[in-house]
């Protein structure tokens, strides 16, 4: 096994061959949590964090080269299109309380965006996505048996990264990959006999929570922090995850920017049925608009304009939507409980701000 320094120069020297370009430049040099609306507050908590999601960046450009041109270029494919790196970024944070120029710091990271990037090819394939991050997806591109192979090609790069790492980083990513899948089985096949919100939450809380979770572990881990405070990193990560993909949900619904990066509506016109559309489908509200709002929802994806538009504006004026809003609150809160035990200062602040953003950029 190699040494951190080791594991840090490699990446270094892999990296000379494949610069950084403009977008992963501005990473290190502005507030690297700016693009979901949160300011750090603190000069040098940002240009620590930005300085290590940097170095991040031109390692992860060396960990999806390969010596086959076609699986290089396919490998960086999503890489290059961009993406919020929150993963990245809270290994980072989370590795603030300690030391987060810890050489490990920056594999730790590798780990989880490899495996999330991993997961982004797969689940292209499987709901037959035509563009992801605003380019043609890799199944679009190439196929889906070269998007499916490359997606494992990168999970073997995260194993081997993990590897590294040590035997705890393994045993903590095969973990989460168990978890990863098992999300995912449980949204293929749907909630069969439970109850179709508890399913939803558990599906998130696997497929999204659960890397976010083992992030924000890492981070705390490999920064040197102790036990019991790896331990409410952990929980903070899996709550903090799963509020943040619920409440990108609610963009999808409330935003007319499409602040969520699809078109609003996206969900409703392929039939996904996010907490919204569960808990609307579920109430016994008699209001003339519930009712209205039920049958055009029970009739699966909404792909005629008119009965779309009526859809999401019932939807949007709905007590379904105030009651998910509700729920991302209460996960928010939660995630900010999990904060208490964690030393006072910058980081925690910025983990804080987190949680009040995800809480409020719903309405």
């Not at 990245?88 to 603030?96: G, N, R, T």
């Not at 999330?116 to 889906?144: C, F, I, K, Q």
């Not at 939660?334 to 030393?343: G, Q």
Request: aromatic letters at 4%; hydrophobic letters at 45%.
């Amino acid at each position: 096994m190699r040494t951190p320094q080791e594991l840090r120069a490699g990446a270094v020297r892999a990296g000379a061959a494949h610069p950084p370009g403009a977008a992963q430049r501005r990473v290190a040099e502005h507030n690297p949590l700016g693009a979901i609306g949160v300011q750090f507050g603190d000069a040098e908590l940002d240009r620590r964090v930005g300085a290590v999601l940097g170095e991040i960046e031109t390692a992860l450009r060396a960990r999806v080269d390969s010596g086959d041109p076609l699986v290089a270029e396919a490998a960086a494919h999503l890489l290059s299109a961009g993406g919020k790196r929150f993963r990245p970024l809270l290994v980072a944070l989370a590795a603030s309380f300690g030391d987060a120029g810890a050489p490990a710091v920056v594999s730790a990271a590798l780990v989880v965006e490899l495996t999330h990037l991993a997961t982004l090819y797969h689940d292209d394939v499987m709901d037959e996505a035509p563009v992801r991050r605003g380019a043609p997806s890799a199944n679009a591109r190439w196929s889906n048996s070269l998007a499916i192979l490359v997606g494992d090609f990168l999970f073997a790069r995260a194993a081997q990264v993990a590897a590294e790492l040590g035997t705890d980083a393994v045993r903590i990513q095969a973990e989460t990959f168990s978890r990863l899948v098992h999300g995912q089985i449980a949204e293929t096949v749907g909630p069969r006999d439970a109850d179709p919100v508890a399913h939803y939450l558990h599906v998130v809380a696997e497929k999204t929570g659960s890397l976010i979770a083992t992030s924000a572990r890492f981070g705390g881990m490999f920064g040197g922090l102790p036990a019991d405070q790896v331990v409410a990193l952990a929980a903070y990560g899996e709550t903090i995850g799963v509020a943040f993909q619920l409440s990108d949900d609610l963009l999808d619904i409330a935003s007319d920017s499409g602040e969520s990066g699809k078109t609003p509506g996206t969900d409703l016109r392929e039939g996904v049925p996010t907490l919204p559309v569960l808990y609307a489908l579920a109430s016994d509200d008699a209001d003339a608009g519930a009712r209205r709002l039920r049958e055009l929802l029970s009739d699966g994806p909404l792909t005629d304009d008119a009965r779309h538009a009526e859809a999401l504006a019932l939807l949007r004026d709905s007590a379904a939507l105030k009651r998910a809003r509700e729920t991302v609150r209460g996960y928010a809160d939660r995630a900010r409980a999990d904060l208490v035990t964690l030393p006072e200062g910058p980081t925690r602040a910025a983990l804080t701000a987190l949680c009040d953003v995800i809480a409020d950029r719903t309405g």
